[in-house]
């Protein structure tokens, strides 16, 4: 079954950093993935017109869909504006698996996106937190095989160049150890981590009609069963005396 995902990141090489390799994995699978940049990481090194070009090049290896928030980076609130931002997002890629940043960081633009998500996600299935290098607690319980896709996240966090030039947060090695980390605990050679808020495993295609499918039965319908069950037993009971006598 095809799903429709949005992976959301405050800034250019976020999305990459903290689940560039699932989202590999959902391509690989056939799923429908966008990313969306809530700033253009204009605060942070290079300048906005070659980190827009660096974002564009790794979604392409990525093979991803993305599309761009147009907020300020370092001053995105989390108010209404982010929220309605998002919620668009969501609508617009019909989307049933959010990925976005975990709430407990010491950026303020990730802590802003990922609260904002929350409220625009609020009935989504699946919302599921990655991990950034600044954020700070993290306690993962679900993870992703990402043993045949580590490549391409590598490849797509090597467009950032403005970035892997000048932190050592986006090292490859740095990012590999990581995998390899989550990996370990996963039980598996490489990993991405995610802390769930919501985790709906529909095994089956979800039913389209509305929340109950049949009708719920009455309590007068229940009580009248429990009312013949009552008396079937104490014809059985009686039954037994029989045999025994």
Known sequence: MMRNVLAIGAHPDDIELGCGGTLAAHRAAGDAVTMLVVTGGQNGPGDISARRAEAEAAARRLDCLLIWGRLQDCAVPADASTIALIEAAIRETEADVVYVHAPDDSHQDHRAVAAATLSAARHSRRVLHYRSPSTIKFEPSLYVDISAHL????????????????????????????ARHFGAQARVRFAEAFVPSRFVWDLAPPPQLGLYTTEMPSFEAAASEASAFEVASSDMSALGDQRVA
């Not at 467009?159 to 892997?164: A, I, K, L, P």
């Not at 030039?165 to 090695?173: G, H, I, Y």
């Open 151 to 178: 490549d391409r996240k590598l490849a797509a966090l090597a467009c950032h160049r403005s970035q892997v030039e000048s932190s050592a947060m986006v090292d490859p090695e740095v990012v590999a150890a990581s």
